[in-house]
Structures are given as structure tokens and as C-alpha cells.
């Protein structure tokens, strides 16, 4: 796992071929000193799950908040009982801090992404270009170079890391992040693995919400956690609603991405949900 709060994402048409990615990209680089050495594994042992008697799975009562799409809800209340009904133990667990997750991740994020995009001056890497002074190079570099999101952010963090304000935002974020990590070490004490909607809503039109950023990161409420604590999580389509795919979440202790994939493959063996496209999309 990398120490950055934005960890791999990768799309796959199903769970096995995510299994068999992170077979190639799991595991010790001798040039990230953030990787680690881990222990050999094929796909088959990713992927051995004959049954799930006795699997327990927990669901985060704060996780089905009012504000969901009653579809959305409803297509993950069924695929938990679909699980049920295969031997697995549904527990309700609590991770009390999940209010906060939000926040603490727009004050954390931006930060990372302030400090470790500073190195983008079109000088050593990357676009460039050219300026009168070197100074209008830095400026025409990045505001050619950078998106209006990915400014956004940049700025965000600027401040929250500047004289002033980091004891009062940045730091503080590091506390809530602490306890939201602790939330999830509790809940992995009494079960396997946490599932969760992966979005309070289906997919928008693209372009739906590209004025309006706030509406598009509270769209992150369900997976941002993840990223503040560190932990493994895999998406796979469990339902349509409104005619588009509904995600279910599984989240799995660090280091058992073995245990989402194992669940993931699962449940794609008793439903063919993963074989289903939108309407707009299917020939």
C-alpha cells in the first residue's frame, strides 16, 4: 500500500482479473520505499472460497445513511441477504467517527496533494511551457498543466498547511484520522470482513456536477474511510438502479486484499450482476 491517502485504484471487468493485477504489482520495489516485502500468492489462493459458512460479515449502521438513493439501499440490503442465505453472519457494527471522515479527507488530501505536486515546474519533467522569465514559466507551466479540480486542490492544501493554520486544521485532521483508523480495528476484532454502498447514488451524466465540486465529494462519503485508515477495498456491481450498476463495497484489514477477493468472487459465482451493462451501453 502506498502512504498516500490516494491509494491504487484500478477498473477490471471482474474480481479475478483484479486478483491477477495485483499478483504483478504486489510486493517489494526496490525503488518505493513505501512498498513492502509480502509473501507470494497465486490466484487460486486469492480466489479459494468453496462456501462462506461462518463468514462474518459487518455492516456499519452508519454507512446506510437517510440521505441514500432507495434503490441503492435496497439492491445492497438484498445482496447482504443474498450472503446471508449462503451461511455468512451478518453482524451490525458501529464506526462512530464516519461523520468526520469526510472532512478529515478534504483537509488531508489536499495537503498531500499540495506538497507532492510542487515537484511538477515544468523544468525537470512533465509539460512545460515556456515563459519570458523563469518565474512565468513556473506560473504558465502549472496553470496549463493542472486541472481546475487539481488546482482546487493544491490551494486548498496550501492553506491548510501555511503558518497559521496547520495546528488548526492539518493537525487536528491527523487526530481524527487516528480515530477513524481505530473505529475500523475495533470492528475487524469481531468480524471478517465490512461491507458497504460504495456511493449513496448511482453514476451522474458526466458533467452533471462540474460547477458544483462540494455535490461531487459527498459523493466519496463511503470510500474516502478507506483511505484515511489505510485498508484494502474492492467495488463490484451488486444491483441496477435507475437503470445503472449499484456497487457494493467490501473492505477487508490491511494487507487481505486476499479476503475481498475471495468474497468478490463469491458472490459473482451466484449472481451474473458483473455480466450487466447500462441500457446506453449494450449493443
Not at 497559521?164 to 492539518?170: I, R, T
Not at 456497487?247 to 468472487?265: N, P, T
Request: net charge negative; charged share 20%; aromatic share 10%.
Amino acid at each position: 500500500l502506498a502512504s498516500s491517502l490516494d491509494q491504487i485504484g484500478v477498473f477490471t471487468h471482474s474480481v479475478e482479473d483484479s486478483a491477477l493485477l495485483l499478483q504483478v504489482i504486489e510486493g517489494k520495489d526496490s525503488k518505493d520505499a513505501t512498498s513492502v516485502e509480502l509473501p507470494e500468492t497465486t490466484i487460486a489462493e486469492l480466489l479459494r472460497l468453496e462456501n462462506i459458512n461462518g463468514l462474518k460479515i459487518g455492516l456499519p449502521k452508519e454507512y446506510f445513511i437517510d440521505g441514500m438513493d432507495h434503490e441503492v439501499g435496497s439492491r445492497l440490503h438484498e445482496a447482504v441477504q443474498l450472503l446471508e442465505s449462503h451461511g455468512a453472519e451478518v453482524i451490525e457494527i458501529s464506526l462512530p467517527h464516519t461523520e468526520y471522515a469526510l472532512a478529515t479527507y478534504y483537509i488531508l488530501q489536499p495537503s498531500e496533494a499540495s506538497s507532492n505536486l510542487e515537484r511538477y515546474d515544468g523544468i525537470r519533467y512533465g509539460h512545460r511551457s515556456n515563459g519570458k522569465t523563469l518565474t512565468d514559466t513556473y506560473k504558465k507551466t502549472r496553470g496549463a498543466g493542472f486541472g481546475a479540480e487539481v488546482k482546487r486542490r493544491i490551494m486548498l492544501g496550501t492553506f491548510t498547511l501555511s503558518a497559521g493554520y496547520y495546528d488548526a486544521y492539518y493537525k487536528k485532521a491527523l487526530a481524527v484520522r487516528a480515530l477513524i483508523r481505530r473505529d475500523f480495528d475495533e470492528a475487524f476484532k469481531k468480524v471478517d470482513v465490512i461491507i458497504t454502498p460504495t456511493s449513496p447514488c448511482v453514476a451522474w451524466p458526466i458533467g452533471e456536477k462540474f460547477d458544483d465540486p462540494l455535490a461531487m465529494y459527498l459523493a466519496d462519503i463511503f470510500t474516502v474511510s478507506l483511505n484515511l485508515a489505510g485498508l484494502p477495498g474492492i467495488s463490484i456491481p451488486c444491483g441496477m438502479a435507475h437503470g445503472l450498476p449499484v456497487g457494493l463495497q467490501i473492505v477487508g484489514k490491511a494487507f487481505d486484499e486476499a479476503s475481498l477477493f475471495r468474497v468478490g468472487s463469491f458472490f459473482q459465482s451466484i449472481t451474473d450482476w458483473h455480466t450487466h451493462a447500462p441500457a446506453s451501453f449494450e449493443s
